[in-house]
């Protein structure tokens, strides 16, 4: 008997214009969520790895015929997909977190028992400030007066500004991702002046295949350098492994749960940090992620606090800490 699954593009109404170093957003965000037999998914797909919520409705539809009825044998139906069809990492992952989600419903236990982590675990979320100006972005920095970590976007002529204009407003301990704007020069004479202002990490300094020069900014940077767009799966982190401190994990750049769990068992064989990160997506993908910050260092788990119309509700926030939904499955509402 095949399999019934449906998937649904739903637009994401943005709070305020969302801008990174390489492009600005429009005032919302288009996101997939995919249902199997009872379980759900989400997918937020970034062009930048060439994935559009069309190209993963698509691939949801090839990707259909690979599923059986044995759909508790999760690592089995996965690998199915991977043979199925190359990449389409963002659509695996919502398949991947759907199937997730059913198990844990029928077996009546949240993603972090299924997995035997301990919820009290999780770490505070970053929350994001996107770029704009300087002004701008402190006021923004106010407005997040709930958040005790801030994750700065940079990438401009006026870097150094900023993060001066930010120190001005907040204390808080800031994360910079530059989002692959920098030459790793310019990283290395730019994370100098940023260490001065108490910034912890810099987020992917330098283009994703730039592998030399992220070991250039490492070797002469004073603060933890975290690749995430020069790693996208687990078979990526051994060539990194010497040229990063820590790498972040997306579940719809990775291609799902099962390989964000390889990745960060991988990671720690190679004894790098890990955070888990997010694009704009539901308090559904949201949720998932953070079933897994148990067993990282660092969450930008932010995406769901970006947008006005989000159509669940999940994982929760005291000052900051990740608070899991003890419900079934992923647990959202």
Request: include cysteine; charged fraction near 25%.
């Amino acid at each position: 008997m095949k399999v019934k699954i449906t998937s649904k593009i739903t637009k994401l109404q943005l709070n305020h214009p969302f801008k990174i170093s390489r492009r600005a957003s429009d005032a919302y965000r288009e996101v997939i969520f995919v249902e199997i037999d009872g379980g759900i998914g989400e997918a937020a797909p970034a062009k930048f790895y060439g994935e559009t919520v069309q190209t993963v409705a698509s691939a949801v539809e090839t990707l259909a015929s690979a599923l059986d009825e044995n759909l508790d044998e999760i690592q089995d139906v996965m690998a199915g997909i991977e043979s199925t069809l190359d990449a389409n990492y963002a659509a695996k992952s919502a398949i991947d977190m759907a199937l997730h989600d059913r198990l844990g419903k029928k077996l009546g236990v949240p993603l972090y028992k299924l997995w035997g982590l301990n919820p009290q675990k999780t770490p505070c979320t970053s929350f994001t400030i996107g770029l704009d100006e300087p002004a701008v972005m402190a006021e923004k920095a106010l407005q997040a007066e709930a958040y005790p970590i801030l994750k700065v976007k940079l990438g401009t002529p006026r870097d150094i500004e900023i993060i001066r204009t930010l120190r001005n407003v907040t204390d808080k301990p800031i994360y910079v991702d530059a989002n692959t704007a920098w030459t790793p020069k310019e990283a290395v004479d730019k994370i100098r002046e940023l260490a001065q202002y108490g910034v912890e990490l810099i987020e992917q300094p330098t283009k994703p295949d730039d592998i030399n020069g992220l070991r250039f900014v490492r070797e002469n940077s004073e603060l933890p350098i975290i690749a995430d767009e020069s790693v996208k799966r687990a078979g990526d982190i051994p060539a990194l492994a010497e040229a990063v401190d820590g790498i972040n994990i997306k579940l719809v750049k990775c291609g799902g749960l099962l390989e964000a769990l390889r990745m960060i068992h991988v990671a720690r064989a190679h004894g790098l940090l890990v955070m888990i990160g997010c694009m704009i997506e539901s308090s559904l993908g949201i949720t998932a992620a953070a079933h897994l910050t148990p067993l990282v260092d660092y969450a930008d788990l932010d995406g769901n606090l970006l947008i006005s119309n989000d159509p669940y509700t999940g994982v929760t926030l005291d000052n900051g800490k990740l608070i899991l939904p003890d419900r079934p499955g992923i647990g959202i509402l």
